[in-house]
């Protein structure tokens, strides 16, 4: 976890050419590292700020622009020796900086992001207080402990009751397809020895019970466990520590994984049992293709009996929560993981199933701005503009200085067909946070349309401004 993040160097040289005909280039000066994008005659070059991940795997790059951060649409990956699209960006005919690099995002990658409040991808000037991961993100506050260096002083989380013990390597290690914050909650509020659920509540697909399990991802290694004999047979004892040592990694691992488990296993086993191989993992534990995580494989934790070839999955039958949060926030939390989850699958059914479920507590949470935005969301993909309007003014009003906000104000007046309304809460959006690039693409969409010239030129040049203190060039 100490590199989990790193000032960029002299990364590795590198180009190729992605099937939408675009040629991606890597290159360093004696100052920095740049990455090229060439495509369609246009050229231009960027300056990689940050390294993502130790690079056992794959190397991931940030670029600040303006005061933002945005994740490079290439990745470095190890083992090929050779840069390639990274995870997300594959099917993307245009993948360019464009993706924002949120505060939920860099909490597991980073120490202690400076995020700014109210904003998708702002930072303050120094971007992180804590590049990599330190102490702190398993242990808690280290002031008292610095006081008085004594057991007891910090957190342990192998002396944590089981929930509150997981939950430390959860907030992580644990993404499943859709958190929901509760209410006046950021991710950065979870401390080592809270439930999960203090803060937020992680939803995941539950599977048709008599198919194949669900899809092999890079950070479900939670749900991976918990589907395994190992783990529901060992009534809570089996976690992520019964196996990892978080403070340093194994010589051999294959002779260190085989001793974890035969400290279970080892008077079970039946003679005819290759015992004397010793590597366990590679039969239990082989290495898998994560659908979404580019171009490596990564670690199956479910430990099965036999190596299980890969399969096409089915669609989830249902969406739950990894562990439910107080009772109060259950339908909530559960309405608006379904709009959420709906909206990034295309599926109007869950929407249909989160609003409805919505509908059941509002009158209990009048000014909750998630809801309203759920509300808003949800109407706007059933084709009810109007309606999405109202829930989006509404949370505008308790939320008057924040740019996503005037941005889903100005989505609904579009698709009312109010367009000078529109106009108005783009632009106040992007004056607000000058680089919303979601909402300078509306804005650039509607002069288009009004053969504007004049504005399409001061929209350009105010994105220009806000890039000015980046490392574009």
Known sequence: ?????????????????????????????????????????????????????????????????????????????????????????????????????????????????????GTLNSYESDAFAQEEISCERCHGPAEQHLKRPVPGSIVNPSKLPGIARDSTCEQCHLSGDVRILNPGKRFADFRPGQQLEEVFTVYTDVMPPDGPPGPFKVISHAEQLRASSCARNSNGKLWCGTCHDPHKKPANASEYYAARCRSCHAGQLPRTHPLASGNCIACHMPRRDAFDGGHTAFTDHRITRRPQPASAFPAPSELAAWREPDPTLRTRNRGIAFVAAGLQRGSPAWIVRGYRLLTEIQAAFPNDIDILNAFGGALLAGNQPREAKFAFERALRLDAANPVAEENAGRAELACGNVEAATQHLERALDLDPLLLSAAEMLKNIYAKENDSAKQAALAERIRRGMKKGSAK
């Open 1 to 117: 976890m100490a590199h989990s993040l790193r000032r960029a160097a002299h990364e590795p040289a590198g180009s190729f050419r992605n099937a939408a005909g675009t040629t991606f280039t890597v290159y360093s000066t004696e100052k920095a590292t740049w990455q090229r994008i060439e495509r369609a005659g246009d050229v231009f070059d960027v300056r990689i700020d940050y390294v993502i991940g130790s690079g056992t795997h794959a190397s991931g790059y940030l670029a600040r622009i303006g005061d933002h951060l945005f994740q490079s649409p290439i990745s470095y990956y190890t083992k090929r020796h050779s840069y390639d699209l990274a995870p997300g960006f594959e099917k993307l005919s245009d993948a360019d900086f464009t993706r924002p690099a949120t505060e939920e995002c860099l909490l597991c990658h980073s120490g202690k992001p400076r995020h700014i409040a």
